[in-house]
């Protein structure tokens, strides 16, 4: 069929005819393209149909064009497992199955694909009810009437009274670029993608990482419950002017008191109106900015009509005048409000005016679009207030003197500005409603300071509970601190605790009643919280991660810089004993979550940077030569899962804590999928993380053993970053194995020593693999006492949990594959773990308690070792391996009791004092301490009958099975007397000792099999205390020089 037949069209002929073909791209109608159908469901299409037709589709339309897009849907499947681009796909919000979900690899490129039930999208996924703002109201008017607070009614006069005129115009300018270029840095910050609830926090989070943005967090978050109870205090004590004023009125005092009892009715009246949601409470600020609005226009008209009444003057209000500009223009600071003001006391009490820039981010959660909105609106909130602050204090300085006597008699005779010998309670100075006195109305003025006041309070008082919402759901912090308050109440999920949690913070801080202290507590809280915005967009920008695509351009990251050491500086400049209090509080909150370490993935910059660190890091390292001095044993484990080997694991980790790299390898030997290799990995890093080892895991699949081990040493680490000593444990059963799990352990070995790697075996009597005994669980301990039922999820396991969890593998080989284990929990609460480390017991597979000492030997090498002594069996020089691995173990905590002993044979009587002489000499080179030294001289002495026949015992079998030839035997027979003869003394001096390192004899290829090297070190390790056996590889890594 030709292309014509899928366009209708038949030659060149204008006739149109229908064909009877599955629809195809082309059959869809006008108007609706790929993009469309790609990011839209099919209502959504619909819809675009009709709006691009420009009319209205009947049932009949509707319903052929439904089924058009239903039969192209499937048809596209039918051809094809591809997925076009739709957005749900890159959404880590709602995972779930749909129709056109991304396939897997697996489903892409194996030959077999399994059909997968699929659901229709938009049948599971959550709806949000909640009511969502606009740039507008959300934004600009809630970040508006913020900034538009009490300061601006109650401290802009007494500012500029202090300050003069110009440098008001310098405060105001350094908040303004504060304010601005951390709008800047946010509005960067927040159009680099979506954002969740919790604004500020959010995005620091997000960038720095959850330590600081956690820390800072929860101070932003206090500090705006702070602030509204500083606009709380602002309203009262204009309600209290009004009640003098106009009647007189007092409740107790007319002072503090009647502060506190009016700020408590208030502070109900704000909770109660919160507690109704994010709608009502906008509501109530679209009302209030109107009143407000009012109230600013009547203080401009009042100022250009003038002073109206005699008492108006006499309080210090005379209109415009040239002489008050020049009068007002410099600075005149004096004792004021118990302290001697200066420049930046005066900006302490001005700077929350700026505060109010992130009210808008901080509910970016109930934002239509978070990444439009907060940038438009803040920057547009800046600058309209800034400029109305800057005018309202030149027009307060340019009508007003700074001190009258307020007396009708002293201005009538011309008195009234002689403070010398009169109290002068009125002016700019002392009258804090000087802008009801400029105002035409008075009464207007009172109301837009209540409007303004109540809009502020308002609006921080709804910040505080939504970023603890946020804060508590992301679990940093331990439930009793934070997470008790973020459950969500009704269809907007109000999270009424917090609610409560910041009435009465902010209460607490009502009963101050002083608005000049509650103003320079929450000054340092914004400041930082404002350094930190600025440093995050800072960090991100200079990191440059791919992921950084911010579509705000407008932002400078040394402009960012800048204005975060500045806000630091100013906090330092107002009150440095706040701010070291602040700062303390910052590394309080800081160090809570870095010792809980939740288990999250945010991407930061923070991440981005140490990636970037460690790869220059390691390609500086490619060009730096080694040097013996630099010698760090990496090691590459064979541990199989992790968790199922832990002793083995313990012990590689005492040798390389702290100092060097760790791989725990697995070779499966079978074909396995990427999904259940990403499984098996992610348990095994899990193991490491919840036991705090600090080691990497590394799989290798489809292959034997030897070529496994080979293939992780050749490509594990990168750079100089690679491993060097090849560790494994002592295989047991290598007299019961079959034939070629032995070979493949063997050749293991070679596998080793052909890439030219130090090996290391460990033995223990009781073995290391505990797979068998634990069972397929994921949770085989118990903790005593305990009775929450309730496992928590794997997210929520901190760092250091007991290391008792140990898994099930299929083999029994060191090496064999592992079977899917269900996932683990373990308590998230630090304080119930650390208590469980005493009363923990690890349980079999059938959930029964283990024996006591199968616990021990599991466990036995995270314990406090007893006094004792490390001997090591010093036979053949490798380099120095066999010295330095005990000396690192004796270095450790646990192993502090333990005492060195250094064995080295000589070949005669008369050269066992020369040899001692110069193994001493040589140690003390080496600058290794040892408790003794002792030199072996009848290592060829004849060895027992009773080790002879025990010998012959173990080799028997395989002789009878023609796996060793006798002509092999007795061609090393004399290494053979020796291994049995060493044996005899390592018994004799060692088996008391708490570890013995021994040179590993090297298995020349060709010359020895299998099963008679594993009988030498079934010689050597049998029936002893822990033994490692080591060899390196032939080149010096321990130096006596500088």
């Not at 005699?310 to 302290?339: K, T």
């Not at 307020?406 to 010998?421: K, M, P, Q």
């Not at 910041?502 to 209460?507: M, N, Q």
């Amino acid at each position: 069929m030709d292309n014509h037949s899928f366009d209708g069209h038949e030659g060149g002929s204008n006739n149109v005819r229908r064909a009877s073909v599955r629809p195809s791209l082309a059959t869809i109608p006008s108007g609706i393209g790929m993009d469309s159908m790609a990011f839209e469901n099919p209502d959504d299409i619909l819809r675009h149909q009709a709006v691009v037709g420009n009319a209205r589709m009947g049932p009949s339309m509707e319903s052929k064009l439904r089924g058009s897009l239903r039969r192209l849907g499937a048809g596209a499947r039918r051809l094809t497992h591809e997925a076009v681009p739709r957005l749900a796909n890159y959404s880590n919000m709602f995972q779930m199955a749909t129709t056109g979900a991304r396939p897997t690899m697996e489903d892409l490129h194996e030959s077999i694909v399994e059909d997968k039930p699929t659901e229709r999208v938009g049948n599971n996924e959550p709806t949000d009810n909640r009511q969502k703002f606009g740039w507008i109201e959300g934004v600009l008017i809630r970040n508006m009437l913020n900034i538009w607070g009490v300061m601006l009614f109650l401290r802009i006069s007494w500012v500029v009274a202090l300050a003069g005129i110009w440098q008001t115009i310098i405060i105001i300018s350094i908040s303004t670029f504060v304010t601005l270029v951390t709008a800047l840095s946010t509005s960067a910050i927040v159009t680099n993608g979506e954002i969740g609830g919790g604004g500020t926090y959010y995005v620091m989070s997000r960038i720095l990482g959850p330590e600081w943005g956690g820390s800072i967090g929860v101070l932003f978050a206090l500090a705006n419950a702070i602030n509204a109870s500083l606009n709380v205090v602002g309203f009262c004590q204009t309600l209290q002017d009004t009640m003098k004023n106009y009647g007189g009125y007092t409740i107790v005092d007319g002072g503090d008191n009647d502060t506190r009892i009016l700020g408590t009715i208030l502070m109900i009246l704000v909770w109660g109106l919160c507690g109704l949601g994010a709608k009502y409470e906008s509501l109530t600020q679209q009302m209030l900015v109107v009143i407000l609005a009012v109230a600013l226009a009547n203080f401009f008209v009042g100022s250009f009509l003038g002073p109206q009444t005699e008492i108006s003057q006499a309080r210090g209000y005379i209109g415009y005048s040239l002489d008050m500009i020049r009068e007002n223009w410099d600075s005149g600071y004096v004792f004021n409000g118990g302290i001697m003001q200066d420049f930046f006391s005066v900006f302490a009490v001005y700077f929350p005016a700026g505060i109010g820039i992130l009210a808008g981010a901080n509910i970016s959660g109930d934002l239509k679009d978070p990444s439009a909105a907060i940038p438009k609106g803040t920057i547009w909130a800046i600058i309209a207030t800034s400029i109305s602050y800057a005018i309202v204090a030149i027009v307060c300085a340019a009508t007003t003197v700074r001190q009258a006597t307020g007396s009708i008699a002293d201005f009538r005779n011309g008195t009234y500005l002689d403070c010398v010998s009169k109290n002068c309670t009125y002016g700019s100075y002392n009258d804090y409603q000087l802008m009801t006195l400029i105002s035409a109305y008075g009464p207007l003025n009172y109301a837009g300071c209540f409007a303004a006041t109540l809009s502020t309070a308002l609006a921080s008082y709804i910040s505080c509970p939504k970023l603890l919402q946020v804060i508590g759901d992301d679990k940093l912090y331990p439930h009793w601190m934070v997470g008790w308050m973020t459950k969500g109440y009704g269809k907007s999920n109000e999270p009424h605790l917090a609610y409560l949690f910041t009435f009465f913070l902010a209460l607490g801080f009502i009963l101050i009643a002083q608005l000049d202290m509650i103003a320079l507590l929450i000054s340092d809280l914004f400041l930082i919280t404002f350094a930190f915005l600025n440093y995050a967009c800072f960090h991100v920008d200079l990191v440059q991660p791919v992921g950084w695509r911010p579509t705000f351009k407008y932002y400078n990251k040394w402009l960012s810089l800048f204005c975060a050491c500045l806000c630091i500086a100013i906090m330092f400049m107002i009150d440095w004993r706040v701010s070291l209090i602040t700062l303390a509080c910052v590394f309080l909150f800081y160090f809570i979550v870095l010792y809980r370490k939740p288990e999250v993935n945010w991407g930061t910059s923070s991440q981005a940077m140490n990636l970037q660190d460690a790869l220059t890091s390691i390609q500086q390292l490619v060009h730096i030569e080694e040097h013996v001095k630099n010698y760090q044993p990496q090691i590459l484990a064979l541990t199989g899962p992790p968790r199922s080997r832990p002793a083995l694991v313990d012990f590689a980790y005492l040798i390389c804590k702290k100092n060097s790299m760790l791989v725990c390898g697995n070779v499966v030997q079978v074909k396995i999928s990427t999904k259940r290799r990403g499984e098996i990995l992610q348990k095994s890093y899990r193991h490491l993380r919840k036991n705090d080892i600090k080691g990497f895991c590394s799989l290798v699949a489809n292959v034997d053993l030897p070529s496994g081990t080979s293939a992780m040493l050749e490509v594990v680490g990168v750079g100089k970053i690679m491993p060097n000593i090849l560790f494994i444990g002592f295989k047991n059963d290598w007299r019961v194995c079959d034939k070629n799990s032995l070979s493949q352990y063997f050749a293991t070995i070679h596998a080793g020593f052909n890439l030219h790697v130090s090996v290391a075996i460990l033995r223990v009597s009781e073995g290391l693999d505990y797979s068998t005994v634990l069972g397929d669980t994921d949770e085989p301990f118990h903790s005593g006492g305990g009775d929450d039922s309730r496992p928590p999820s794997v997210m929520d396991t901190p760092l250091g949990t007991p290391d008792v969890e140990r898994h099930n593998t299929i083999s029994d080989s060191p090496f064999g594959s592992s079977r899917s284990t269900d996932v683990a929990e373990v308590s998230k609460d630090p304080k119930k773990a650390k208590k469980s480390k005493k009363n923990m017991t690890l349980m079999d597979a059938d959930s029964n308690e283990l024996p006591r000492h199968i616990c021990n030997n599991i466990t036995r090498f995270q314990k406090k070792q007893l006094e004792g002594s490390i001997d090591v069996w010093w036979l053949y020089d490798d380099g120095g391996l066999t010295l330095l691995l005990p000396y690192i173990i004796s270095t450790r905590a646990n192993w502090s009791a333990c005492q060195l002993r250094v064995f080295c044979t000589a070949n005669a009587q008369e050269e066992v004092e020369k040899e001692r002489e110069g193994m001493a000499a040589l140690l003390n080179k080496f600058r290794r301490n040892y408790a003794d030294l002792v030199v072996i001289t009848d290592l060829n002495k004849p060895q027992k009958e009773s080790t002879k026949t025990w010998f012959d015992g173990l080799v028997r079998p395989f002789i009878r099975r023609e796996e060793l030839t006798e002509n092999e035997r007795l061609n090393l027979q004399a290494k053979t007397d020796r291994h049995c003869r060493l044996r005899e003394l390592v018994v004799d001096h060692s088996s008391d000792s708490n570890l013995v390192v021994m040179t590993l004899p090297m298995p020349r290829k060709e010359a020895v099999s299998a099963p008679m090297y594993m009988a030498w070190l079934e010689t050597l390790t049998a029936n002893m205390p822990p033994f490692l056996l080591v060899r390196g590889n032939q080149t010096s890594v321990l130096t006596f020089y500088a």
